[in-house]
């Protein structure tokens, strides 16, 4: 927590410590607080009147058909981003990990997708899958006689956001593997090789196991990205259509904000929204205690 | 240069734990004190309030004048060589040796002059330019040296400088620490756990234990007169050897749990009779002889080349007392001894090097 | 590898090859479009080589921009994702040591107080606040304008003698307002505690017997130290910096202060007709360009951060 040598002085801890409480009080608790306080106020149409109204506000959410769909939308999208992440990056990992020969230049080639913004990933996949001029649906349409189209069809644009998402996070979930594999002790396969395990058995019984740590804490870390880094995906692609198909719970807080102008209502979504960032991270920083004592 | 003065310091952390009980010391100027004592006896505790990087919650600490009880440590005029050596990674050798002149605003030319005299006098001429992860251990430590010797300051003060190095190192630098203080002639505190570095470097040693000074004095008059269980045992390798016993009822003799009757000294004053105590020996001063009173069966022999060190059994040679063996006794013969396993020899000790402790207290009658 | 078996190995190969390719195929097409005339890509299949004129895109990109969306040219837009990059990671780093110097090396009133609010920034992305951060945007002084009228003191200025002060300052449409509310980071604040935590006290003590006070120790040893660790979090920041999109797309109407990520959206959704590939293409590999060159070329650096920072 402190180091055991410290210095002494009055004011200067607090000098140092000032821009950062600063920025902290004015951006971050303030508004928190305030999103807090407009989730149990409500404003008349004219904006003219502000009203008390308790928990009326989350009330009408969990009652609102659109915010019960917009949960279960960000639900199976989170988990969809992170299964097909998570699954590809490991298969690559163990690939990876195998090789000697040329693994420098495959771990390079596989990492940079992280340095792409959400939004320019969507883009990007938006322009692969576009339904008149992109190479994806001109092979879907071409060779498996689907008709692609994400503007009028919702499941074909959740999985645009759903790819689009997924790749970007296949370098991150790809070194963290990568990093596990490397910690398993090379004793241990030998071992289960003398053993006669076969390369597959070995994994299933030995290696993804003691990977589990791992893996745990990147679902943890994929859901939270999925939840709250794709607003980028969905704003500069779908924009949460067609039909709501892709509005999810980010994109709803800021539409609801933004365009709707929905005060209360729309505080009364951070704040369930902030109910979930502080679960995931209590989450998270359990799992990370838990890991120091291994 | 300066007299080092501790009077009544104590030390009680903020949790209630009491490191050090009252400590008075007198360091006169130019003289090697060694703090020794086993881990968690206090003696880094105090060099830390000597140097001021722990609080002194009573007492005083005087360095020459001045007490220093509130200063802070650039303040305090010492210096002080880490058991890591704390130097500093990112500076070269130079650099290392030069920042506490240069905080201190020497001019450029004079901090030039005096590392290069420590560089010189520590064979780090070459070395000045590197980083410390390019140093040997025995170069880093020489470091350390330097980055103290610069300052010239009243005190050095080393907190287990010699204990990375490796065995035959340690040897070295610990003759190449002590003819450096000589020369330099500055007052040192030596902090160590280590009883031969205590022996070898001290003008006088300082014994502590559990936050106490057992014993202050020079090397010999601790070895020769300890004045508890605690600082024999601690000083002198092997061990002194210790036998639970009682003064026989003419105050002339001494009679052992195993039965063994031993000559008090001849020249002390007849103790008090039936009274419980503690003897020790050490194993240099047990000598066989056919008809000495104790009876010894060697059961394990070491071979040291200029000595033989013998591990056995003790009992009394008459049989009889209360049936105890004794309890375990080295014995330390020198030259060559070959002697088999299950031998069994007789023992005696001169009356004069047998030292009388209290059996409750463990302090020197 | 454990034994030999060599179509293993060839297997893993082929299964790496075919991973990069389909992790590679959206920069391929992309890089591919950027060269095309605008009529090469109405038809599908689009073509998946090269075409003349990269040239042309890129110059009308960078020197005027798309005319009909926002007319801004991407020079523009580059500059101002390479101020917000630049601000929030420096910002940031330099904010977050001071801080986490001040909460491991100090003890004082209210310590664990300063931590938990500092702590308490993770669990509160701008995702989750965003109405009311805007708010404070568009009038900095919003919290202590309210506070005040809570204490029942009205009016939005601050009379001392001698000077007023107007309680009023937008942020919206300026730098400040861009880069200030993602300085604060728990995260950097908690990585360089990390590491301060692992710095020998004896360098401290040693540096404390050689004169040094804790703002000489801080510029002398301990900046000198965190080296590494400040290169490998800038990496990560960088790109962090360069990527924002929402508050970007809140706070900015004015499109002299449109970043690249943000303003591509704008070509992207283009009402009723197609957008223009070739062109958005070309911005798009534009805006890839400076923070993919940063994970290649520093690789090691942007591993280290990587792995650090979720720590």
């Known amino acids: 927590m402190i180091k055991r040598v410290t210095f002494k002085h009055k004011w200067l801890p607090y000098a140092l410590l000032a821009p950062q409480l600063l920025i902290t009080l004015v951006f971050f608790i303030w508004p928190a607080s305030q999103a807090l306080y407009y989730s149990v106020l409500q404003q008349d149409a004219f904006g003219l009147r502000v009203d008390f109204v308790a928990f009326d506000n989350f009330a009408y959410l969990f009652s609102d058909p659109t915010y019960l769909e917009s949960f279960e939308i960000t639900i199976m999208f989170s988990v969809s981003v992170a299964l097909m992440s998570l699954s590809f990056a490991l298969i690559l990992a163990v690939m990876a990990d195998r090789v000697i020969k040329g693994a420098t230049a495959y771990k390079t080639l596989l990492i940079w997708p992280y340095a792409v913004a959400p939004a320019i990933a969507g883009v990007l996949w938006y322009f692969l899958f576009n339904p008149a001029v992109g190479i994806n649906a001109w092979i879907l349409r071409a060779w498996f006689g689907y008709d692609w189209n994400h503007t009028l069809n919702g499941t074909d644009a959740m999985l645009l956001i759903v790819i689009a998402a997924a790749w970007k996070q296949i370098s991150y979930n790809f070194l963290f593997f990568l990093a596990g594999l490397q910690a398993i002790p090379r004793s241990l396969i030998e071992a289960a090789a003398i053993d006669g395990a076969s390369p597959l058995k070995r994994f299933w019984t030995i290696v993804f196991p003691l990977l589990s740590p791992t893996t745990f804490f990147l679902v943890v870390v994929n859901i939270v990205y999925a939840f709250f880094d794709t607003f980028g995906t969905i704003h500069a692609t779908t924009r949460g259509g067609p039909y709501g198909a892709t509005n999810t719970l980010v994109y709803k807080v800021f539409n609801d904000g933004f365009i709707g102008l929905d005060l209360g209502g729309s505080a009364a979504q951070s704040v369930v929204l902030m109910v979930i960032v502080i679960t995931l991270t209590v989450v998270q920083f359990r799992y990370i205690e838990r890991r120091v004592e291994y | ?365 | 590898m454990v034994e030999n078996r060599p179509w293993l190995t060839v297997f893993s190969h082929f299964v790496l090859i075919l991973g990069i390719g389909v992790v590679a195929l959206p920069l391929w097409v992309t890089v591919v479009a950027s060269t095309h005339a605008g009529e090469d890509l109405l038809t599908s299949p689009i073509p998946m080589w090269f075409g003349d004129n990269m040239v042309d895109n890129y110059r009308q990109m960078l020197g005027s921009g798309m005319q009909h969306v926002s007319g801004q040219p991407l020079t523009l837009m580059m500059f101002n994702s390479l101020v917000m990059a630049l601000s929030i990671a420096i910002g940031k780093i330099a904010i977050s040591l001071i801080a986490a110097f001040a909460i491991c090396y100090f003890q004082f009133p209210l310590r664990m107080t300063c931590f938990w609010m500092i702590f308490i920034t993770l669990m509160l992305p701008v995702e989750v606040r965003i109405l009311p951060t805007y708010e404070v945007i568009a009038n900095v002084f919003t919290p202590l304008t309210k506070l005040l009228n809570l204490l029942g003191m009205e009016g939005t200025e601050i009379v001392l003698p001698g000077i007023t002060i107007d309680l009023d300052l937008s942020m919206l449409d300026s730098y400040a307002g861009l880069t200030l509310p993602l300085i604060a980071s728990a995260t950097a604040t908690f990585l360089f505690r990390q590491f301060f935590l692992t710095v020998p006290d004896e360098l401290t003590e040693a540096a404390r017997i050689d004169g040094a006070g804790p703002l000489k120790f801080f510029r002398d040893i301990l900046l000198p130290l965190s080296r590494t660790n400040i290169a490998a979090l800038f990496v990560i920041l960088f790109i962090y910096g360069w990527n924002q999109y929402l508050w970007p797309l809140l706070v900015t109407t004015d499109p002299a202060y449109v970043t690249i990520v943000m303003g591509i959206q704008s070509m992207v959704n283009v009402a009723d007709i197609e957008p223009q590939w070739n062109l958005v293409m070309t911005a798009a590999t534009l805006a890839m360009l400076p923070p993919v060159a940063i994970v290649i070329g520093m690789q090691r650096l942007f591993v280290k951060g990587l792995v650090e920072t979720e720590k």
């Open chain 2, 1 to 365: 240069m300066a007299e080092l003065q501790i009077s009544a310091v104590e030390k009680v952390y903020p949790n209630g734990f009491k490191a050090i009980h009252g400590i008075d010391l007198e360091v006169a100027d130019g003289e090697f004190i060694v703090l020794v004592g086993p881990s968690g006896c206090g003696k880094s505790t105090l060099l830390r309030m000597i140097a001021g990087l722990e609080t002194v919650t009573g007492g005083t600490i005087r360095i020459g004048d001045r007490i220093v009880n509130e200063l802070e440590p650039a303040d305090r005029d010492i210096a002080m060589v880490f058991q890591n050596y704390a130097l500093y990674p990112h500076m070269s050798v130079y650099q290392n040796m030069a920042y506490g002149l240069r905080n201190r605003g020497f001019p450029k030319d004079q901090i030039e002059q005096r590392v290069q005299k420590a560089a010189g006098i520590l064979q780090l001429d070459g070395l000045l330019d590197r980083r410390p992860r390019q140093l040997s251990g025995g170069q880093r430590q020489r470091v350390a040296m330097g980055r103290a010797i610069v300052r010239e300051p009243s005190a050095f003060l080393f907190d287990e400088p010699l204990s990375n190095l490796d065995a035959k190192l340690r040897v070295q630098m610990r003759v190449e620490i002590k003819q450096l203080q000589r020369r330099l002639g500055t007052t040192s505190v030596y902090v160590t756990h280590d009883q031969i570095e205590a022996m070898t470097m001290a003008d006088r040693l300082v014994v502590m234990n559990a936050g106490v000074a057992e014993q202050i004095g020079t090397p010999i008059e601790l070895y020769d007169r300890p004045s508890s269980v605690f600082v024999g045992g601690f000083i002198g390798s092997p061990a002194m050897n210790f036998l639970a016993g009682q003064v026989d009822t003419d105050g002339r003799h001494l009679l052992l749990g195993n039965g063994a009757r031993l000559a008090l000294p001849a020249d002390g004053a007849p103790a008090e009779p039936n009274r419980l105590v503690t003897i020790g020996v050490r194993p240099e001063h047990l000598a066989p002889a056919e008809d000495g009173p104790l009876r010894f069966e060697v059961e394990l022999v070491e071979h040291l080349g200029a000595d033989t060190l013998l591990y056995g059994e003790a009992s009394a040679a008459t049989g009889g007392g209360n049936g105890d063996k004794g309890g375990l006794v080295t014995v330390r013969l020198s030259g060559h001894h070959a002697l088999a396993m299950g031998t069994v020899l007789g023992l005696t000790a001169e009356p004069a090097q047998l030292h009388l402790f209290d059996a409750a207290t463990g302090r020197r009658l």
